[in-house]
């Protein structure tokens, strides 16, 4: 394993900008180059990190021999080529979810893998919070027992929603926020993969603003052995709802015990006169808030907490030692794509879906 890692984060907005930022405080990290097809927001970002190397060109920065590792946070629709071209450079990568917005870019990139041999890992950030990292462990040891159902909802308001969509009109709140979920059930469910969904959802909100999604989904996923899992969300509270971010809650039940999530976030109330900025629409301010709702984490005393600061360490971390992580396989992110997928099949035509779907 190199003990100097050279990086190369793809995509400077929102969250490439987090990554970059991360890496460029790694101990093993001599070299970061950042890119952007907005050269603009590339250069901005390079000089805020202090990276070696700028572009507006993704693949001239994934292709700098100083750079043996690549981060990819470019939008859903825009990963499968600087993901491809990494893996075929030998290049690890680390990708934001969702693998793809199609299994048919999915099973590009997971030709790729199988092609080059290459070592691909999918950000989930949910696995990465303590409480649910710390649900994985008690799963493994077994205080549960035999899994026989569970419920996951997440819930966020509008003012988000609409500026997911101004990014990419195509990244519905199940493909693109459900999906953290799902992919939460699937691992506490290890070995144990979905055969079919049932779901229902409600237009409203989002369909007279002009986008053809739900404001509410609903869903049940059956696993094979039986098992059954109560999925949903909702990206339509009202704008001024005091989240920062999301507001969760996970539960499974066992043979042997139960487990109950709040992850709402009203344990932590910030009022504030002058307005609490939204990290991810920064001029939606509120005067009342959840503080913590943001799911990424938080800039505190000089340094970033949370999920993402802990998803990029551990990463980096391993590419230096070697050491196991959790982040998720391509099979596993995969997986987690087809079953949102199969929740919008199943919404759209009022059936149930058998998984795994037909290509």
């Known amino acids: ?73 470019t939008s859903e629709h825009e990963h499968v080529e600087p993901v491809c071209q990494a893996l075929e450079l030998g290049k690890p990568v680390l990708m934001e979810k ?27 950030i949910r696995r990465f919070k303590r409480c649910f990292a710390r649900a994985k462990q008690q799963v493994l040891d077994g205080h549960l027992g035999r899994i026989s159902g569970g419920m996951a909802r997440v819930y966020n308001t509008r003012a988000q929603a609409f500026e997911i969509l ?36 409600q237009m409203g909100i989002f369909k007279e603003a002009g986008y053809d999604i739900h404001d509410v989904t609903w869903g049940i996923v059956t696993l094979a052995d039986g098992a059954v899992i109560n999925l949903g969300i909702s990206y339509a509270l009202p704008a001024r709802y005091p989240i920062l971010g999301q507001s969760a809650r996970v539960e499974l039940l066992g043979s042997e015990g139960t487990m109950i999530i709040d992850d709402d976030h009203r344990d932590h109330l910030l009022y504030s006169e002058k307005g609490i900025a939204h990290a991810y629409v920064p001029e939606h301010k509120l005067n009342m808030a959840f503080s913590g709702s943001n799911p990424s984490g938080d800039w505190a005393l000089g340094d970033y907490w949370g999920p993402l600061g802990n998803e990029t360490r551990s990463w980096l971390d391993h590419l230096v030692t070697g050491n196991p992580i959790p982040h998720a396989t391509p099979a596993e992110a995969r997986m987690v794509l087809e079953t949102t997928i199969a929740m919008e099949r199943a919404v759209a035509t009022g059936e149930r879906i058998r998984l795994p779907l037909e290509s």
């Open 166 to 201: 101004k990014r990419n009109p195509h990244a519905t709140p199940v493909i693109d926020v459900l999906t953290y979920f799902v992919d939460l059930m699937l691992w506490y469910n290890e070995g144990n993969p979905p055969v079919e969904v049932v779901a229902r959802g």
């Open 98 to 124: 969702p693998l793809g917005l199609t299994l048919q870019d999915a099973d590009e990139i997971l030709a790729a893998v199988q092609r080059t041999g290459g070592d691909l890992r999918v950000g989930y």
């Open 1 to 73: 394993m190199p003990k100097e890692l050279g990086v190369a984060v793809v995509g400077s907005g929102r969250i490439g900008s987090l990554r970059a930022r991360l890496a460029a405080r790694h101990p093993a990290v001599s070299f970061l180059a950042v890119s952007d097809r907005d050269a603009g927001r590339a250069r901005a970002l390079a000089e805020r990190t202090g990276a070696n190397a700028h572009s507006s060109n993704n693949l001239e920065m994934i292709s700098r021999p100083q750079v043996n590792a690549v981060i990819v946070s």
